[in-house]
């Protein structure tokens, strides 16, 4: 079984969509948790941590379920600009990194 | 503010060539690691470094050697190249204070290896 599953899309939106990724991941163990974007041909970057309480930075919301062990990230209001993949990150004891496959969002004028 | 440096950008290699990676990092991280990104598998490591003089084995190590030089510097050679390592590789570096959580990982550039 894979640490860090999500379902690899792809998605096609139109702009000003809303659009929402899941990402299930297996130790439950797991200490620290991100969304990053990787734009085609780049290095993956931090799109943002996420929290038990959730969090919200601009038009993106990310929610952490610990006991069902699920992360999920919200795309409010899609831009063209928002169009990369989208890569759900567990961080485990012993300071090791899991990454998803990715999540590819292509946003449609 | 350079933060993750790895070289070569891109090489191609005969098979049975070696060569290495290089990777440096200037935001005082302790941890390093190497992974590798192949289509619809997602990041792999290859092999960490939790401090400087420790390395371990990763998720695929096989046919892959590193060197934690010092703090700053980790690199990553292919001793005998084989088509199957043709791919692209992140090198990566992470804090980890005493007692901290939520570190996040910051990556390099990435190098495009085709071996031919």
């Known amino acids: 079984r894979k640490e860090v599953e999500q379902d690899p899309g792809p998605f096609n939106v139109p702009e000003g969509a809303t659009v929402a990724f899941n990402c299930t991941y297996s130790?439950?163990?797991?200490?620290?948790f991100f969304w990053y974007r990787q734009d085609c041909r780049k290095e993956p970057k931090l799109l943002m941590s996420?929290?038990?309480s959730g969090n919200e930075d601009g038009r993106f919301t990310a929610q952490l379920n610990r006991a069902s062990q699920y992360i999920s990230l919200l795309i409010r209001d899609s831009k063209l600009s928002d169009s990369a993949t989208y890569l759900c990150v567990v961080r485990t004891t012993g300071n090791q990194f899991y990454f998803g496959t990715g999540t590819s969002l292509t946003v449609i004028p | 503010n350079a933060g993750v440096t790895q070289t070569p950008k891109f090489q191609v290699l005969k098979t049975g060539q070696s060569m290495t990676l290089q990777c440096a990092q200037d935001?005082?991280?302790?941890?390093m690691y190497w992974y590798r990104q192949d289509p619809g598998m997602g990041l792999r490591l290859i092999y960490y470094?939790?401090?400087?003089?420790?390395?371990d084995k990763g998720e695929v190590p096989n046919g892959y050697n590193v060197s934690r030089l010092n703090k700053r510097e980790f690199s990553l050679r292919l001793e005998s190249a084989a088509p199957s390592q043709t791919s692209v590789y992140f090198c990566?570096?992470?804090?980890?204070?005493?007692?901290?959580?939520?570190?996040?990982?910051?990556f390099g550039e990435g190098s495009w290896l085709t071996v031919v």
């Open positions: 130790n439950s163990a797991s200490q620290s």
């Open positions: 935001m005082n991280h302790n941890s």
């Open positions: 996420v929290y038990s």
């Open positions: 470094s939790a401090s400087e003089g420790t390395t």
């Open positions: 990566a570096s992470t804090l980890v204070p005493r007692g901290a959580t939520g570190n996040t990982i910051y």
